[in-house]
């Protein structure tokens, strides 16, 4: 059972004491752009696993834990961990603040991990740190509360530093070119920010429906794009995106003519029409007239 406010997660586990193995997930929840849950593992007779995972979005998902090793009804150690880290790219790095409480019913909060900041790379995935003796007994009833509160501070991506709310894109980006930026060789941060945003803002207009792109902005967006490869970026897919864009409001501008050429045919058509039925009208009318039978004058006897 788990519930979310914010930055902040609180799990309660019930029937923590140790009954064979068996693994046990709260629901997901999202915290600062990056996919988290919280996972339970039961080892018979010894230890008991406790796991708060994070999804994080990398080149692949993959995922940042808690982890609780408590010995009996004793929590001897907290651990935050980018698992699986050997599968990622060298140059992956995640900047977080987190904290932890551990709670019961009996004390409320017998347990609080401060806000810490770490960096997590490839070279230091997990951050561990043990707990104080305050914290033996933390279970009652066999039932414990655990509050996770993580914010996602800056995330780097093969060597750019983005904010947690432009990893699924940048994700997006290299993985769509994966040698996007193999030859870009600036190494500013600021810089390379700077040119990671701009890289953002042009893969955004391009995105959008060709009728929502003016000229003016295809035009500033092909002259972008072009001072970007000679920095080095590697950009054929928007190049060719450009070009796809290009044949369409090419095809949507002499469309756009057809149609006007055939609203006026249409319109002539129309006229021609409306002036074809009043000559009916007037044509129908002599005919009528002509048909009529003629009358003697009003003093003349009719047999």
């Not at 050997?86 to 904290?99: H, K, T, V, Y």
């Not at 700077?194 to 890289?199: D, E, G, I, K, Q």
């Not at 893969?203 to 035009?219: A, E, F, M, V, W």
């Not at 050429?261 to 074809?276: A, F, H, I, P, Y």
Request: proline share 4%.
């Amino acid at each position: 059972m788990g519930s979310q406010v914010d930055s902040k997660f609180t799990w309660v586990i019930k029937n923590l004491a140790p009954f064979g193995s068996e693994i046990i997930c709260s629901d997901s929840f999202v915290i600062s752009g990056c996919k988290w849950y919280v996972r339970r593992k039961l080892f018979s007779n010894v230890n008991v696993y406790v796991c708060i995972y994070a999804l994080v979005d990398l080149f692949f998902f993959s995922y940042r834990r808690l982890i609780a090793y408590p010995k009996r009804k004793w929590l001897n150690y907290l651990t935050l961990e980018v698992a699986d880290c050997e599968s990622f790219p060298i140059g992956w790095r995640r900047l977080a603040n987190f904290s932890v409480t551990i709670v019961n019913k009996a004390l409320e909060q017998i347990y609080r991990r401060q806000v810490t900041q770490q960096w997590f790379d490839h070279k230091t995935p997990r951050l561990s740190f043990p707990l104080m003796k305050t914290t033996l007994g933390f279970l009652v009833d066999e039932e414990v509360k655990i509050v996770a509160e993580i914010d996602v501070v800056e995330v780097i991506i093969n060597g750019f530093q983005v904010l947690p709310s432009q990893v699924k894109s940048v994700n997006r980006l290299f993985k769509r070119e994966p040698d996007i930026a193999s030859k870009f060789p600036i190494n500013n941060p600021l810089l390379k920010t700077a040119y990671m945003n701009v890289l953002l803002s042009l893969t955004k207009t391009l995105h959008l429906s060709p009728q929502k792109i003016s000229n003016g902005d295809l035009s500033d967006t092909e002259t972008t794009l072009a001072h970007m490869k000679t920095i080095g970026f590697k950009l054929e897919l928007l190049e060719k995106k450009i070009c796809e864009i290009k044949e369409k409001k090419a095809k949507e501008k002499a469309g756009k003519i057809k149609i006007q050429n055939t609203e006026e045919k249409l319109k002539d058509l129309k006229q021609k029409c409306l002036d074809l039925e009043a000559q009916l009208d007037t044509e129908k009318a002599e005919v009528l007239a002509a048909s009529a039978p003629l009358l003697l004058s009003d003093d003349e006897d009719v047999f």
